[in-house]
């Protein structure tokens, strides 16, 4: 069956000489693998950059459920991103964002308002000035998208952060482990909770973007590692 629907791309490999697997994240469908021919060698170099990490097309494609590779009859670039792939620190951003979303999105489970939410977010990246917090906010809109967002629950008796139980605990010997933040990146998640974009060092900033990766794992079970982690953490 033909169907128009709108997707972000997540994660592309080659495939033969001309055409790749993609796996993009449509607002109909979620998560969808597509074989997309005629994507690489010279005279498709335009169609390949429609195929990088978070771009947002219009499809018309041929959804049947019983075949695990979809195919698309027409595709159309609806944000041309030169806001973002001539900035180092957006372009690190958006490699980061679509591995994570990679390891924690699941094939064939619609997510509406998580499609609208990476959507928009990836407007706000390409159109307007880089924050260095926007990749941990981003997190947190997506966390709580899928059911797991940090309590904000913070205060002077409890200020150590649980992962496990996903809110602010109070400082004692049992609350000592991976599994618990200590009182510096507690103290940051809150700031960041708190406000819009708040004034991290970068120290702090790299310190939480690695505990929001392992709060990521434990609701996630199966997640793995994240490669782009280093050269975010380098760039930012």
Same mark, same amino acid.
């Given at each position: 069956?033909?169907?128009?629907?709108?997707?972000i791309?997540?994660?592309?490999?080659?495939y033969?000489?001309?055409?790749?697997?993609a796996?993009?994240?449509t607002?109909?469908?979620?998560?969808?693998?597509?074989m997309?021919?005629?994507t690489?060698?010279?005279?498709s170099?335009?169609?390949?950059v429609?195929?990088q990490p978070?771009?947002?097309?219009?499809?018309?494609i041929?959804h049947?459920?019983?075949?695990?590779?979809?195919t698309?009859k027409e595709?159309?670039?609806?944000? $041309?991103p030169?806001?973002?792939y001539?900035?180092?620190?957006k372009?690190?951003?958006?490699? #980061?964002l679509?591995?994570?979303l990679?390891?924690i999105?699941?094939?064939n @489970?619609? +997510?509406?308002?998580?499609?609208?939410?990476?959507k928009q977010?990836?407007? /706000?990246?390409?159109?307007?000035?880089?924050?260095? $917090?926007f +990749?941990?906010?981003l997190?947190?809109?997506?966390? +709580?998208?899928?059911? &797991?967002?940090?309590?904000?629950n #913070?205060?002077e008796?409890?200020?150590?952060?649980?992962?496990?139980?996903?809110? &602010?605990?109070?400082?004692?010997? /049992? *609350?000592?482990g991976?599994l618990?933040?200590? /009182?510096?990146?507690s103290?940051s998640l809150?700031?960041?909770?708190?406000g819009t974009?708040?004034p991290?060092? $970068?120290? /702090?900033?790299? *310190?939480?973007?690695i505990?929001?990766?392992?709060y990521f794992? #434990? +609701?996630?079970?199966?997640?793995s590692?994240?490669? @782009?982690?280093?050269?975010?953490?380098e760039?930012?």
């Amino acid at each position: 069956m033909l169907q128009k629907t709108e997707g972000i791309v997540i994660h592309t490999i080659p495939y033969s000489d001309t055409s790749i697997i993609a796996k993009i994240f449509t607002a109909d469908h979620g998560l969808l693998s597509f074989m997309i021919k005629g994507t690489r060698g010279k005279k498709s170099a335009n169609k390949a950059v429609w195929f990088q990490p978070l771009s947002i097309l219009a499809l018309d494609i041929y959804h049947q459920e019983n075949k695990n590779l979809k195919t698309i009859k027409e595709s159309k670039l609806l944000l $041309n991103p030169v806001g973002i792939y001539g900035n180092v620190y957006k372009t690190s951003v958006v490699l #980061f964002l679509a591995e994570l979303l990679q390891k924690i999105l699941k094939e064939n @489970s619609p +997510h509406p308002t998580l499609f609208d939410l990476i959507k928009q977010k990836i407007k /706000e990246l390409n159109d307007e000035d880089f924050k260095m $917090n926007f +990749h941990l906010s981003l997190m947190l809109d997506i966390a +709580h998208e899928m059911g &797991f967002l940090p309590f904000n629950n #913070f205060s002077e008796r409890e200020f150590l952060f649980s992962i496990q139980e996903g809110k &602010f605990v109070n400082a004692s010997s /049992e *609350h000592i482990g991976p599994l618990y933040l200590n /009182e510096s990146d507690s103290r940051s998640l809150y700031t960041l909770l708190s406000g819009t974009n708040p004034p991290l060092s $970068n120290v /702090e900033r790299r *310190h939480l973007l690695i505990e929001l990766i392992k709060y990521f794992q #434990f +609701h996630n079970p199966g997640m793995s590692s994240i490669k @782009s982690t280093a050269v975010l953490q380098e760039v930012l």
